[in-house]
């Protein structure tokens, strides 16, 4: 028997008014995403895997439908509680890693420690990505692989339950977008957050325990994968 | 220190300069809101202690004579509380080192020191001595210019007799706070004196033995409508006397300085600051704006981390806030300072015992609570929208600004005339319509303070011209302390020098009109007078041969108009009625003369061409010049001789050159708004042009090609915003003129071309300076950087 999912999303649509017309974008969205689990959405630019991400992530509400998280539908839930739904439980990793470009790594990861109770302290959690040696680094003096994971400190310090990932390796190179998701894949064994990635590279689905394939806003293929890869093995 | 503290104090370094020039702004408009009020509180403490201290009298009457017994009636009518009785009498004194006699006021004090109305505060010396009766205490700043050492000797012509005094001390009284020779509006401190002398000694000097000519008095506290009847009672009551005038303390011309300047500093006080508050709100609303757009995917990022809105709001509102505290903080120190020096300024125009620059917690307070009002208000406007976008939608960059044509692409020919630069600037200014609203809303207000500037300049010296080249056209005025017989000008006519004079003949009255009445001075002049030329707007004014011609405002005040008839009564003779018709009605500048032909004006009281006064022209050598006043100095008779020059000058030095002071700070306040506004624009459109000044780059365009664009860009915005700030400017000089009038005189201020064009003048030189600024930033602008940045 299949574990209680950590998000269960239910006929989800979500469409957005650009001037007078309607653009539907998620055409009624069923799926669950499991504890512990890498589960990696891929699809094509335009398919509506980031909105489906901000939408689990409470940053975004759905048109219709239901998005379960324990026993709260995230639909229901007024602006202040879900900021506070994801203040508690979500950690996000962005394409383009929005650091704030005028605080150094460590204090770009405080800017998550503030607000949690218990988080990681920011030093443990740059230590835990390989940049103890650049705490007062500034984003410039940074390369883009180094800024993405203080962006993934920033993330996990907060110790969320689930860590949800846009194109963390789009604007990396291969080399340094494999250190990255070494990264990702370590700490979910080691801290077993639930890591939900977004890619449209395809390779990079083999890291994940599940493959969710979308195509013009509907889930085409939700598989489980028998066969996970290493990082080293895979190639884009 | 948390980190989102640390983020804004770093994002704050950044933006320094945009942050300085808005900064700039509150600093001088809560530096005028300090500096002004704080000078107000301080003039009005200076002179409510004063008044306290000398204890300044309600009301003063003037009379021709009137036996001291007279005195228990007249404290007999309800309102009245106190009465105190003087002898003030017009002096000439005799200074050697003067070449021209100086004119003077002598006034009795009490032999004995007491606690009399309208005491003195003695600066140098002692009180009357039991000793000797020919002692005099002289006003503090005439024994100044004249270096006169107390124990010298005064010459003073008294009731037409010389004497000899020996000056004991010097003093200040709050009575004469602003000193001027009467009929003059200023004066330098050596042209018109004070002098004490005892009043029995007065009272045997001027035949005036048990007798006084001059009351002064309070009223009983409380009851202010009672105040009017009272003088009007003692009017009725002293008729007989002669009584040529009842003063209540309002239109004491003394006060009536100060409380003009205290009222009008009050005005500024509110005017200026919402002037330049406004703009820094508006500027700051613009940059706050572009901020929170700028940092879009930060806000996105912390609301996507869990931030509340209000967590994020208030982080930005920082912003507001630090720029209000750190401009009321700068701008209470420069209200400190500016309020020091408007108190030494004032300082040389009315004389206190002492005029403190005292600061003032309460308008600190205050300047504090206004600032940070308008900085909060610019910046809450500015970010509020983007922190209420969702958090996904405030993470994605903000659509590009519609490209769609502006409206003067319509005209396809004359776009395409335009050089591409041009079409940017234009699109540019379309396409933002609120940045460029706000840069015209800003240049508006910051020329209409330049031209009010001007304007007050110019009205300064038109006033002088007017009354100098146009109306009083005489060399010299000589003013005779009683009506003289007309052989007293071909007396005069043969001093040093003197080729031309004129008879005037005043005569000072009550009008009455229904139950209206004002104590009014006609002034008769000849029909074909060449010294005296009154005028109605731009016209010489004909005198008819009778009647009197009066100006449009008593005209209005008492509801008369050509052809009616008002009935006068002359302060001195058998107190008979006269019924005299209302000749014309004439534009009176300022002032309110009544004039009437000199010939008819002695018909009418029966007199054989009677002189009050005798204006010449003279054409002197320096010799020539020393032995009129030579000869001048041995009338007796003589009240004032005055040299229209000197007034000229005089009136020169103490408004207009005094003004220059302030027309440069204007000017320079002025600037700053320009410069904040030109400044926080043009920084704001670097940063969102580093794309198109890298491409421009990478073609080969010079910097200052590119700086080109930038430099149009602001001309257009501030010559508009010039143009319409001109009538701006104009309504603010109306409403200063109506606010500077009163019932006696109206302060005609206007503008000329020069004003007009001037404004736009310092308007354009403000572009250009701003610009260097603007330019520097291009300059050194990182294009390579620039090139690499993501869309």
């Not at chain 2, 004249?146 to 000797?153: D, E, T």
Request: with cysteine; proline share 4%; glycine share 8%.
């Amino acid at each position: 028997m299949n574990p209680t999912p950590e998000i269960k999303l239910q006929s989800v649509k979500k469409s957005y008014q650009m001037g007078e017309i309607t653009v539907p974008v998620l055409k009624g969205i069923d799926l669950e995403i499991y504890p512990g689990e890498i589960t990696v959405i891929c699809g094509a630019s335009g398919s509506g895997k980031s909105t489906l991400l901000n939408i689990v992530g409470g940053v975004d509400r759905p048109s219709a439908g239901e998005v379960w998280f324990e026993k709260t539908d995230l639909a229901q839930l007024k602006d202040q509680q879900l900021t506070e739904y994801r203040r508690s439980h979500v950690g996000f990793v962005f394409q383009f890693y929005n650091l704030i470009s005028t605080l150094t790594a460590r204090e770009n990861v405080q800017v998550s420690t503030e607000i949690v109770s218990d988080p990681i302290p920011a030093e443990e959690a740059l230590a835990l990505v390989g940049l103890e040696d650049q705490l007062d680094y500034f984003p410039s003096q940074m390369s883009g692989g180094q800024q993405q994971r203080v962006a993934i400190a920033r993330a996990l310090a907060k110790r969320p339950r689930l860590m949800l990932c846009d194109e963390p390796t789009g604007a990396l190179d291969a080399q340094t977008g494999k250190i990255v998701l070494s990264l990702l894949i370590r700490l979910n064994q080691e801290l077993g957050n639930t890591i939900v990635i977004i890619t449209h590279a395809t390779p990079i689905a083999q890291l994940a325990h599940r493959i969710v394939s979308i195509s013009s806003g509907r889930i085409a293929k939700v598989e489980v994968n028998q066969k996970r890869l290493s990082v080293e093995e895979i190639s884009w | 220190m948390r980190v989102l503290p640390r983020k804004l104090l770093r994002d704050l370094w950044l933006s320094r300069e945009i942050l300085m020039a808005i900064i700039a702004v509150i600093v001088v408009g809560t530096g005028c809101f300090v500096g002004m009020l704080s000078t107000y509180n301080n003039l009005e403490r200076a002179r409510s202690n004063y008044y306290s201290l000398c204890r300044m009298a309600d009301f003063w009457v003037n009379v021709k004579k009137i036996p001291l017994t007279e005195l228990d009636r007249v404290l007999k009518i309800p309102g009245i509380s106190e009465l105190q009785a003087r002898i003030v009498f017009p002096t000439i004194v005799n200074i050697p080192q003067s070449t021209s006699p100086i004119s003077g006021q002598v006034i009795s004090l009490p032999s004995k020191q007491s606690s009399i109305l309208n005491n003195i505060v003695l600066q140098r010396g002692s009180y009357f001595s039991q000793v000797k009766r020919e002692e005099v205490i002289i006003s503090e700043r005439f024994a100044q210019a004249w270096k006169i050492a107390l124990g010298s000797s005064l010459e003073l012509i008294v009731n037409g007799q010389r004497k000899k005094f020996l000056v004991i001390a010097t003093a200040i009284s709050s009575e004469y706070m602003y000193l001027t020779p009467p009929g003059k509006i200023a004066s330098l401190p050596g042209e018109y004196g004070l002098f004490y002398i005892k009043h029995d000694y007065a009272e045997e000097i001027f035949d005036f033995s048990g007798a006084c000519n001059n009351l002064i008095g309070l009223f009983s506290r409380g009851n202010k409508e009672a105040k009017g009847a009272a003088l009007q009672k003692i009017d009725q009551l002293l008729h007989s006397y002669g009584v040529f005038d009842t003063i209540d303390r309002e239109r004491q011309f003394s006060h009536l300085a100060i409380t003009s300047e205290i009222r009008g500093l009050k005005t500024s006080a509110i005017f200026l600051p919402i002037i330049f508050l406004g703009v820094a709100a508006l500027i700051l609303n613009v940059l706050m704006t572009r901020m929170a757009e700028q940092q879009r995917t930060i806000i996105g990022t912390l609301k996507a981390l869990g931030y509340f809105d209000r967590e994020i709001i208030r982080h930005f509102i920082q912003y507001g806030l630090i720029i209000g505290v750190l401009g009321a903080l700068f701008g209470s120190l420069l209200g400190y300072i500016i309020s020091g020096l408007m108190c030494q300024l004032y300082d040389t125009l009315f004389e206190f015992p002492r005029l403190d620059n005292l600061i003032y917690p309460q308008i600190i307070t205050l300047a504090f609570v206004i600032s940070i009002f308008f900085s909060l208000m610019g910046t809450l406007r500015g970010v509020r929208k983007v922190v209420l976008l969702s958090p996904s939608e405030a993470m994605r960059q903000a659509s590009p600004t519609t490209s769609k044509e502006v409206f003067l692409e319509k005209w396809k020919t004359i776009w395409q005339g335009f050089d591409f630069r041009l079409q940017m600037v234009l699109r540019g200014l379309f396409r933002h319509k609120t940045r460029t609203i706000v840069g015209i809303i800003a240049a508006a207000l910051g020329a209409s303070i330049v031209l009010v500037g001007l304007g007050l300049n110019h009205s300064f010296q038109n006033i002088i011209d007017f009354q100098f080249k146009r109306v009083t056209l005489s060399d010299y005025n000589i003013t005779l302390k009683d009506r003289a017989s007309r052989s007293v000008l071909d007396e005069v006519s043969t001093l040093a020098g003197v080729t031309k004079v004129e008879p005037v003949l005043y005569i000072s009255g009550t009008f009455h009109w229904g139950h209206k009445q004002k104590k009014i001075s006609i002034t008769g002049i000849l029909p074909q007078a060449t010294m005296t030329v009154p005028q109605n707007g731009d016209r010489r004014v004909i005198i008819p041969n009778s009647g009197i011609t009066i100006p449009s405002r008593l005209a209005d005040s008492f509801g008369i108009q050509a052809g009616d008839q008002v009935i006068f009564i002359p302060v001195e003779g058998h107190k008979k009625s006269y019924r005299l018709s209302i000749a014309q009605v004439t534009q009176s500048m300022f002032g309110l003369n009544v004039y009437a032909n000199y010939y008819y004006l002695n018909q009418l009281l029966k007199e054989e061409h009677s002189v009050s006064k005798i204006q010449l022209k003279a054409q002197q050598t320096p010799l020539q010049r020393r032995n009129f006043y030579r000869q001048i100095k041995k009338y007796a008779q003589i009240q004032s001789v005055s040299e229209i020059a000197q007034d000229k000058k005089n009136l020169r030095e103490q408004f207009v050159a005094k003004f220059d002071g302030v027309l440069f700070v204007m000017i320079l306040f002025a600037g700053v708004i320009f410069f904040g506004s030109i400044l926080n624009a043009s920084l704001i459109l670097i940063l969102e042009r580093q794309r198109e000044i890298a491409t421009l780059r990478v073609l080969g365009y010079h910097p200052q090609e590119i700086g080109a664009i930038f430099l149009w860009e602001n001309l257009i915005i501030n010559i508009s915003g010039a143009i319409l700030g001109l009538p701006l400017g104009y309504l603010l000089l109306q409403g200063m003129a109506i606010d500077l009038q009163n019932d006696s005189f109206s302060i005609p201020l206007s503008t000329n071309l020069f004003s007009w064009i001037g404004t736009i003048f310092f308007a354009i030189i403000f572009v250009f300076l701003a610009h260097v600024f603007v330019q520097r930033n291009i300059n050194r602008l990182p294009w390579g950087d620039a090139l690499k940045m993501k869309e």
